[in-house]
């Protein structure tokens, strides 16, 4: 069923205001989504009448806080599929996820010489954690490369994942909107004995998640990419590999004992949680993914892939070979963030006058140099849809395109 | 609203479109140096020619980069070839100074003594078409990138 999308803008108090007088046109979900208002509201009914921190007090306030603090674990744990809302660790963010496992798990199992395989298509969050345990303790890392159709070429896949400790790879690209085959990879990882990382920043927002399906050791995604607040994010975990690493960091609430002559640690997920948490973060990380659901992320995949493929349509239509546009050239097996080159306009001044019109997009790197070095650009402009936006939404952006290769009179 | 026109003058776009003094010098006896907007991912190069007299006798710019920082740096090496060393180091202090007014402006006080100061005295010409952009906070970086490695590369070439 096709959604109601006026219905669903409706629940987003910011889309309702306008720039420089002008419909906001918000094409840069993939940086962050907009929050419905049952985030927002969730947000502050906790604080109006819950707030007491967690996991300490034992009057009536802190219960109910550790309550909803914990049924927002439980509750995203189950939007990603997670059999158990203990193999949840709340982290700031994704890439704070990452960096968790590398410190840690990275830590414990990795040393001189020890090959961890990334993607030519990985955000910088999945790539200098690496680096720097590669400049800690001369980790190798190893990257599978891109083909001409902007996918993975995983031509020698075996070959690099030979010997490799572990393979961390994201779901969907942030530049390219690739969508990458999460088993598939996952399986070829399991055959070479190599642990798996998913980076799902990405793909949690735009696609069903299924972590318990993908045979992964840990997947990293961040609360605000998927109409939650910022602040908060996730790791899931196997919990045997959990249980076995050594803790992130120190401090209360992640100790089980503390003597003067040392400590010890609380059960996961909470070992992996030092001090006050991000708890009104987590009670709307709880509400955002019961609001994805009510909307459904079928119907959000569904909805997201005619509006790519009509946007891919008309910017080829209406620019011909003054776009390039790097990523898939179809809605098939990408997601809906749409990075491209437009005439030899530089991304920052295409932006800028974009946002004449109020059309958000984002523009520069993105985040991912080493990819942005093997396309051999400097810079994109990306405009990326989210459930909240249609057709009107992308004429908007073509209009403001077609604005900005006049006024460069280019 | 500022708008487009404050920050693409017809100035700037025709040093964007066709930008003086582009290619490159061979270094040494010419001093080569690169700067970098790390958030954007802009660049310029700069090869510059600095006689015994403390001339700059030439310039010659290679990079990529925005409208702005592309604009500012052929600008700037017209600005400066021909110039003392010390006239172009007055010519650096004096656009980051104009590329300094609407933030002291914005927390509440006038251009400072500093800047006008560094203004005092000093003809920007066609440089002044650049002020527009500092209506917009988030392209000063883009101006001022050409300027900053200019800095650098006088202090390389004089061995400062």
């Known amino acids: 069923m096709a959604l109601d999308v006026a219905a669903l803008r409706a629940q987003f108090p910011l889309l309702a205001r306008t720039v420089h007088g002008r419909r906001l046109v918000y094409l840069d979900s993939a940086a962050t989504a907009q929050k419905p208002l049952a985030v927002l509201d969730a947000m502050d ?15 009536t306030l802190a219960e109910e806080a550790t309550a909803a603090f914990e049924a927002g674990r439980a509750r995203t744990a189950r939007f990603i599929g997670a059999a158990d809302p203990h193999e949840l660790v709340f982290t700031r963010n994704a890439t704070e996820a990452i960096n968790l496992v590398a410190r840690t798990w990275g830590a414990a199992n990795l040393g001189s010489g020890d090959v961890v395989v990334l993607t030519e298509m990985e955000h910088h969050a999945n790539i200098v954690p690496w680096q720097m345990l590669a400049a800690e303790r001369g980790i190798e890392i190893r990257w599978v490369p891109i083909d001409g159709s902007y996918r993975l070429d995983l031509t020698d896949l075996d070959t690099l994942l030979d010997g490799a400790r572990l393979f961390s790879f994201t779901a969907m690209s942030n530049v390219l909107g690739t969508t990458n085959d999460v088993p598939a990879l996952a399986a ?36 605000h990419k998927m109409v939650g607040p910022t602040g908060i994010g996730g790791l899931w975990g196997r919990r045997e590999v959990l249980e076995a690493m050594p803790p992130f960091l120190g401090g209360g609430e992640m100790i089980r004992d503390v003597r003067k002559e040392g400590f010890t640690t609380n059960d996961v997920p909470w070992k992996f949680e030092a001090g006050t948490p991000a708890i009104a973060e987590a009670v709307g990380l709880g509400a955002a993914v019961e609001w994805l659901d009510g909307v459904g992320m079928a119907e959000i995949a569904a909805h997201e892939a005619r509006l790519t493929e009509y946007a891919l349509g008309a910017l080829a239509d209406r620019f011909g070979d003054g776009i ?3 990523g898939p050239a179809t809605a098939e097996g990408r997601g809906s963030a749409i990075s491209f080159l437009f005439r030899d306009i530089h991304a920052h001044d295409i932006s800028q006058v974009l946002d004449e019109d109020a059309v958000c997009v984002r523009a520069g790197h993105h985040c991912a140099k080493p990819l942005m070095r093997v396309l051999g650009v400097p810079a994109t402009t990306r405009a990326s849809l989210a459930m909240f936006n249609d057709t009107d939404d992308v004429d908007a952006l073509v209009a403001a395109l077609a604005k900005a290769q006049a006024f460069f009179a280019l | 609203m500022p708008g487009l026109e404050d920050l693409y003058r017809e100035i700037i776009l025709d040093h964007y479109r066709a930008p003086r003094n582009r290619g490159e010098l061979p270094a040494p006896p010419a001093t080569r140096v690169e700067g970098f907007n790390p958030l954007c991912g802009d660049e310029v190069v700069l090869y510059l020619e600095v006689g015994p007299d403390g001339t700059v006798t030439d310039v010659r710019t290679a990079g990529q980069g925005c409208s702005i920082s592309q604009a500012s740096t052929s600008m700037m090496s017209a600005a400066i070839k021909g110039r ?58 883009c101006a001022t990138l050409a300027w900053n490695t200019l800095a650098q590369g006088l202090d390389e070439a004089t061995g400062a």
């Open chain 1, 45 to 59: 009914r906790y604080y109006r009448e819950t707030n007491a921190n967690v996991h300490r007090g034992v009057y």
């Open chain 2, 84 to 141: 003392s060393v010390d006239e172009a180091r007055r010519l650096i202090r004096a656009f980051k100074a104009l590329m300094s007014i609407h933030e002291s402006k914005l927390e509440g006080g006038d251009a400072t003594a500093a800047t006008e100061e560094a203004l005092e005295g000093v003809r920007l010409g066609d440089l002044e078409a650049l002020q527009g952009v500092v209506k917009f906070p988030v392209r000063i970086k």
């Open chain 1, 188 to 223: 070829a990882a399991r055959r070479a004995g190599a642990a798996v990382l998913v980076d799902a920043c990405q793909s949690v927002a735009h696609e069903p998640t299924d972590v318990s399906g993908w045979d992964a050791d840990f997947v990293a995604f961040s609360g």
């Open chain 1, 324 to 326: 390039t546009i790097y």
